[in-house]
């Protein structure tokens, strides 16, 4: 071979190197999956938020349709399922420091917020809804953006979905952020007067307002703002992601889930990708 092939070659050889190596640092990292097998533990981060994540505030329990389907894919795994208690405001920084592996806070699975964490794929959709004051002016309004009208105060928690949906959609009304983890606080605010309108999902919404009849609910046939509802993993955790998903498209395609739901009796506010299943040949294993 003439030597400007060789040398052609062998800077090609030194190029693929390059490209298949693994990043400086990273060579020999065990990686979650693997630790997770050998400890045999799933470190699970939760946020009290019902249906999906209660906790009995006497006993500590932890139960709840997302508590189920972790707890079931760590019994596949043969792990024991350690549930880590956390908030919206730490969620991200507690998967980034390692103080849980997963979180399955139903989380609204947004851009700025794929920034932070790696989504799962959705597990489902949940959309919004309102609550305003029985015999309000605005209890007529056909759309949540009839709403914004000067000298009109809406309630939402600081950094929730809603309040990014607000603060984009509304130009006249006062935003009444509330740095909380209670997400029924905007419609508090409204019961007691404080607010005008409260906005949340529609889950969130129906629950409030069976309980409380100084309020009327607003949009909960026709609701807007959809979004997708994921768990999270820390950034860059590919692998981990991928078997997640794995997890979570048996859960979806064969009921599982949707068995886990049905326990708390409860699908208000949820949509689903239908899936169309038709035969195919060949079989699996």
Not at 43 to 57: A, F, M, T
Not at 79 to 98: C, D, P, S, Y
Request: charged residues 20%; positive net charge; glycine residues 8%.
């Amino acid at each position: 071979m003439p030597r400007r092939d060789v040398t052609r070659a062998a800077a090609a050889a030194v190029v693929l190197a390059a490209l298949i190596a693994p990043p400086t640092g990273v060579a020999g990292a065990t990686s979650t999956l693997d630790r997770i097998l050998r400890e045999k533990v799933l470190n699970i981060g939760y946020i009290p938020s019902p249906p999906g994540q209660y906790k009995d505030v006497k006993t500590g329990d932890v139960s709840g349709f997302y508590v189920d389907a972790a707890r079931f894919i760590a019994d596949q795994m043969g792990v024991r399922a350690n549930f880590v208690e956390t908030k919206w405001a730490t969620f991200a920084a507690g998967l980034q420091a390692g103080q849980f592996d997963l979180c399955i806070a139903a989380t609204f699975a947004t851009i700025p917020r794929a920034m932070a964490v790696a989504f799962t794929k959705p597990i489902h959709y949940l959309a919004f809804a309102a609550v305003v004051r029985r015999g309000s002016a605005l209890a007529g309004i056909k759309s949540v953006l009839d709403a914004d009208r000067a000298g009109t105060k809406v309630a939402v928690v600081q950094g929730s979905a809603g309040h990014s949906f607000v603060r984009d959609h509304f130009r006249q009304a006062q935003i009444v952020a509330l740095a909380t983890a209670d997400l029924t606080a905007p419609f508090v605010e409204v019961s007691a007067g404080r607010a005008d309108l409260g906005v949340q999902d529609v889950w969130q919404v129906q629950r409030y307002a069976q309980e409380h009849p100084e309020v009327v609910p607003l949009f909960v046939e026709a609701p807007f703002n959809r979004l997708p509802i994921s768990w999270s993993v820390r950034r860059g955790d590919q692998e981990f992601l991928g078997f997640l998903n794995t997890a979570i498209d048996y859960l979806l395609v064969n009921g599982k889930m949707e068995e886990f739901v049905r326990k708390y009796g409860t699908s208000a506010g949820r949509f689903q990708q239908r899936l169309l299943l038709e035969p195919a040949s060949g079989t699996g294993r």
